[in-house]
């Protein structure tokens, strides 16, 4: 049965230190919705309808009995954000590097999509890409 409207996303990120990792998305220019933060959970707002619950781990261990992956060594999965420009994309990397990130890699430019990828302080792994469709091959 087919859905009619949006959906909201609701990722969910274990993470180690809450109060480090909001420091960190805040100075990328990222806004938590109060309602859904405490002292185990944080709720980033990416826009009107995807949210990233970044959730200390043992709170994150009540809704999965998985074993948590080592981020550093271990992909869990990319999560890609998009970006109003290409100086955009290098803004958000270059900050998150500058707060406790590290580049995921070199920037890849594919003419009509720019992205640029960061690790946060936990180990997930970010895209920040800024597409052109306009420029997009026919």
């Keep these: ?3 009619t409207g949006s959906r909201k996303l609701f990722v ?13 998305f ?3 220019g990222f806004t938590f919705d109060a309602r859904f933060c405490d002292d185990h959970a944080t709720c980033m707002v990416v826009s009107e309808e995807a949210f990233v619950m970044l959730l200390t781990e043992a709170r994150f261990q009540d809704f999965s009995k998985k074993a948590l992956c080592d981020t550093h060594t271990t992909a869990e999965g990319i999560f890609a954000l998009s970006a109003s420009s290409r100086e955009d994309v290098d803004r958000m990397v270059r900050t998150a590097v500058a ?9 890849q430019d594919h003419g009509f999509m720019y992205g640029w ?3 946060d302080p936990d180990g997930h792994h970010w895209e920040v890409i800024h597409m052109d469709l306009s420029a997009l091959p026919h």
């Design 1 to 3: 049965m087919a859905m």
């Design 12 to 24: 969910n990120l274990p993470v180690k230190d809450l109060k480090r990792t909001n420091a960190f």
């Design 26 to 28: 805040t100075k990328l």
């Design 99 to 107: 707060s406790g990130g590290s580049t995921a890699g070199e920037p």
């Design 117 to 119: 990828s960061f690790f």
